[in-house]
């Protein structure tokens, strides 16, 4: 279940902390910060399916997914295409983050 509940992570952090950009940045209705909350919380929430030991090695291994997740959303939602460097940056915290995941323990 530590795949979904990354992107459903991913998901969750990135449009709560986007909701708050919105407002901060754009000069957004102050509205968005209820479904902004909600989707933090739910962030935070997904998080504790993953599986993983110690709450820091799961945290440490989503970074690469959300990463990825971001560059996804600012692709998709806003409209900027990543560049190369942007998926290398990409590349090298997803290959961190298996390390994390698939390393060998004991």
């Not at 957004?28 to 504790?48: C, D, E, K, Q």
């Not at 945290?59 to 997914?65: D, K, L, P, W």
């Amino acid at each position: 279940m530590t795949l979904p509940a990354f992107l459903f992570a991913a998901l969750g952090e990135i449009a709560g902390c986007f909701a708050v950009w919105h407002v901060v940045r754009l000069g957004g209705s102050h509205w968005w910060l209820l479904p902004g909350i909600v989707s933090l919380a739910a962030f935070a929430y997904a998080l504790t399916f993953v599986e993983a030991e110690a709450a820091g090695r799961a945290f440490a291994a989503y970074g690469g997914i959300y990463i990825l997740s971001s560059l996804v959303w600012m692709w998709t939602v806003e409209g900027v295409r990543p560049d190369r460097w942007d998926a290398t940056g990409a590349a090298l915290c997803l290959a961190g983050a298996a390390v994390i995941v698939f390393g060998p323990r004991g």
